[in-house]
Each structure stands twice: as structure tokens, then as C-alpha cells.
């Protein structure tokens, strides 16, 4: 049978939330039933709300950042017991048969992986995300949490931490060239950045975190970069062209990206996870000189969300954090759009005791 469960829905893009109940689909064999101990906040879930992304389908409820214990496992579950320590992210099912399923890239299901919230899910509802107590997750898409990172700020690593790790892992920033660390410059110190910096100086990266301004100059150094650069002083393109192996631009912004890839050497990387409403110019040009190489990556696959987690756990990383109860949601989205969070937020959903359903 369906559980009911408390949640944050929203009934259209200019609608406040409300705490109301809603129905989690009936558990099959292969679910897990997770008691939902945290929810970050994304970007992501923003622009999907207020149908910045298109039309979404409400009633609904966001959140892919989700972490919590193990309430009930179905019968034919043999990786997880009850009382376990897992994550969800912006995954809950794919058709697991494709190629890019059998190499562990759901993201890149080619039948579609099936996303945590606003589309259409395994029996035809429209999935509801995790700003709620409860969730219904197929077993093959759940992280186990380690004992070393509290539910609060490991909730964020479901998203903002494996959307950063995967680009870095996979374009090499903790290699070696010509003996030294790798340059990588993160672009942006926001939700994501804050964590490409961790990330990339724990796998042995001399890190620059690229910004406007110099505001953010002592948290930048305090997550593990060697210096912070601003983008607006005069002359900073020229003076640090071909600096960078590698850039992870994590702003969803209009920037001029053949600007930005001259700041590569040659054979760089320019790895993009931020999604601009704009359309960005390029010239061919930028990327042909130098044989460098303009990257799109899209958040990873379970088992590299899986050794992101482990990677985080072991080298001390968590993300940066202010908690809040679900009624200071709305307020929370202002502040975010408003660039004023550092870095992260994320809900208590025990709060959710605390407010009557409507």
C-alpha cells in the first residue's frame, strides 16, 4: 500500500510552499523505504519550480539531495538492511539494461533514467523529491553515508559533491604534469564550487578559485585554495593566459567562455556543470588552438556517487552548511538566488512534526 507522508509542495511557480501529505508509490520487491533525516536546497530545484527549466508538474515537491536511515527494505532487497545510513540523489530508477547503464552511467540512461522529482515515475505518477519525511527508492539507487559524515551536511554531496567530483576525477585533476600538481581553477564559489575547491585539493590539485570580486578570498583559502583571482581587474585575461590544465566553470551565468578558455595551456580542459538560462557564444577558434576541450558533465553514476562519498569521508570533506526548519523554505530560495548562502542550505525535516498538514 502507498505511504502517506508530510512534504513542502508548491501548486504553481509563484505559489508559497505548504506543508501538506502526500503519497509515496506502493514499495515493490526491489524499494527501499527511507526515513528522509535531511534535504538540501539546489539551484537546480529552483530553476525547476519556478519553471525556469520549463513547465513542471504541479502539485510538487523538490529535492534531490536526501539523506537519511533505512525504514523498511523490500523482499527481494539484498544490498541494505533496515537502519542503514543512505543517500538519495537526483536519480531513483533507469531501465538498467542499456549501455550506459551496464557501465554505471545512469545519468545517461538512453531510455531516460528516472529523476527524483517531476517526472513521470515506474507506475505513472510524477515523482516528488525529498523535501519530505519519506521516500521510495528503488535499491540500486541508493549511497550508503559513512559513519564520519552527519545526515545534514552529507545530504548536499548527493548533488553539488558528486556533480564536482565526477568532472575533476575524470579529466584528471589530481594527476601529475611534469611532476607538480595540476592548476585547476574553479570558477564561482557558491553551492558548487565551495565544493570543486575541497575536492580538488584533496586529490592534490594547486587550486585558484576564479570570481568577480575578492569578497569570498578567506573562505576560498580556508576550503584549500593557494589564491583567489578576480575576473574583473584590468588585464587578468591576458596576464593569466594558458595558466590552467584544467577549469571547472560552476556558474550558471553569461560569461565569455573564449575568454575563459584562453586561460587554458595547451591539451586544457574547460569542464562545464553550471547551466546558464543563456545561450553562450563560442568560437571555434578558442578551443581548436591548443587542442584544448570544452566539457559538459551532468552530476555521475551510483557507484561514482558511491566513491565520491567514500572520497569525502576519508579526506575530511563535508559541505559548508546553515540548516533551517521547513517554514523558512521560501525565504531560503530568496536568499540562495540572492547569492547570500554560504554554502548550502538544508532543511531539518524533523521540523516537519512541528507544522500542521493543510
Avoid at 541494505?80 to 539494461?97: A, F, H, L, N, P
Amino acid at each position: 500500500m502507498s505511504i502517506s507522508v508530510k512534504a513542502l509542495q508548491k501548486t504553481g511557480p509563484d505559489q508559497p510552499f505548504s506543508v501538506t501529505t502526500i503519497q509515496r508509490r506502493d514499495p515493490r520487491p526491489d524499494d527501499v523505504v527511507i526515513d528522509i533525516r535531511a534535504a538540501g536546497i539546489c539551484h537546480s530545484d529552483i530553476h525547476t519550480i519556478r519553471n525556469e527549466w520549463g513547465e513542471a508538474n504541479f502539485p510538487l515537491t523538490v529535492g534531490h539531495e536526501i539523506a537519511g536511515v533505512l525504514e523498511a527494505v523490500g523482499s527481494e532487497v539484498t544490498g541494505w538492511k533496515v537502519g542503514d545510513r543512505v543517500g538519495v540523489g537526483c536519480m531513483v530508477d533507469s531501465c538498467g539494461e542499456c549501455e550506459e547503464c551496464r557501465a554505471g552511467q545512469e545519468q545517461n540512461c538512453f531510455t531516460g533514467n528516472v529523476g527524483t522529482y517531476n517526472v513521470e515515475d515506474v507506475d505513472g505518477t510524477i515523482t516528488q523529491g525529498g523535501y519530505a519525511q519519506k521516500v521510495v527508492v528503488n535499491e540500486r539507487f541508493v549511497c550508503r553515508i559513512p559513519d564520519s559524515l552527519d545526515f545534514d551536511v552529507a545530504a548536499p554531496l548527493l548533488c553539488a559533491g558528486i556533480t564536482t567530483y565526477q568532472p575533476l576525477a575524470r579529466w584528471g585533476a589530481g594527476e601529475k604534469k611534469n611532476g607538480a600538481p595540476k592548476q585547476v581553477a574553479v570558477v564561482g564559489l557558491g553551492g558548487l564550487g565551495h565544493m570543486g575547491v575541497q575536492i580538488a585539493a584533496a586529490m592534490g590539485a594547486e587550486v585558484t578559485v576564479l570570481s568577480r570580486t575578492l569578497n569570498k578570498e578567506a573562505d576560498a583559502l580556508a576550503l584549500g585554495a593557494k589564491r583567489m583571482l578576480a575576473t574583473t581587474e584590468d588585464g587578468f585575461f591576458r596576464r593569466h593566459n594558458g595558466e590552467f590544465d584544467l577549469i571547472l566553470n560552476t556558474i550558471s551565468a553569461d560569461i565569455p567562455v573564449d575568454r575563459y578558455l584562453h586561460l587554458l595551456g595547451p591539451r586544457g580542459v574547460m569542464a562545464v556543470v553550471g547551466l546558464p538560462p543563456e545561450k553562450q557564444k563560442l568560437s571555434f577558434g578558442s578551443i581548436i588552438g591548443g587542442a584544448k576541450v570544452l566539457a559538459g558533465s551532468n552530476i555521475g553514476g551510483i557507484a561514482e556517487t558511491q566513491e565520491m562519498l567514500d572520497f569525502c569521508a576519508e579526506h575530511g570533506i563535508a559541505a559548508k552548511i546553515e540548516t533551517i526548519p521547513v517554514t523558512e523554505a521560501d525565504a531560503a530560495y530568496d536568499r540562495v538566488v540572492a547569492g547570500d548562502v554560504r554554502f548550502r542550505v538544508v532543511i531539518d525535516t524533523a521540523s516537519f512534526d512541528d507544522v500542521e498538514a493543510v
